[in-house]
């Protein structure tokens, strides 16, 4: 039988000057490996992580997964999932070695969906920042968009095409006209 792997509560978790993601849950000595989450509240309330690793303020859970992310050395890397509320998903985003990697899948436009973390003096704190992706699918390859298939990426690609054969056309008439004027 497999076990379930731990998910550490994102609250446990803290970026340090060097860029890189500790658990002070665990071990503040090497940079986290594993998998983190959080659950989904009404009553959300900011995470505040002093630099010295004490925990400040949480979250009230009501047993809604939020989010999950993978780390390895304190860096992301694998699936990590985000959900709205009642569990629906979000987007889902793949890491190497905390640069976006591969298919990466967006569910909704013009909606606040990514948490990052800043630094204010001595306090790392959360902030939600609005997706400026579209809805679809897009391929990284170390951090690079390298293929993007999105709803109105490709309603535009029709558009400009029907435009384009349209255009197209109307030349092709016009060029006809050309030479049965010259013939007549």
Known sequence: ??????????????????????SFYKNTETPFTGICGEYYSPDEVEEYIAE????????????MLDYRENYKNGLKHGLCEYFGTFGKPLYKENYQ??????????YYDKIT??????????????????????????????????????????MKKQILYRKKVKQEKEELLKELLKKQRKLF
């Open 1 to 22: 039988m497999i076990e379930k792997p731990e998910i550490i509560n994102t609250g446990y978790l803290m970026l340090k000057d060097d860029g890189l993601v500790y």
């Open 52 to 63: 010295d690793g004490a925990f400040i303020e949480g979250i009230d859970f009501s047993h």
């Open 97 to 106: 070695f905390g640069l976006k990697h591969g298919v990466c899948e967006y």
């Open 113 to 154: 969906l990514t948490r990052l973390a800043l630094r204010k003096g001595s306090w790392v704190f959360s902030v939600w920042q609005s997706n400026p992706m579209s809805k679809g699918k897009y391929i990284y390859n170390k951090g690079e968009i390298i293929s993007s298939f999105s709803e109105k990426e490709e």
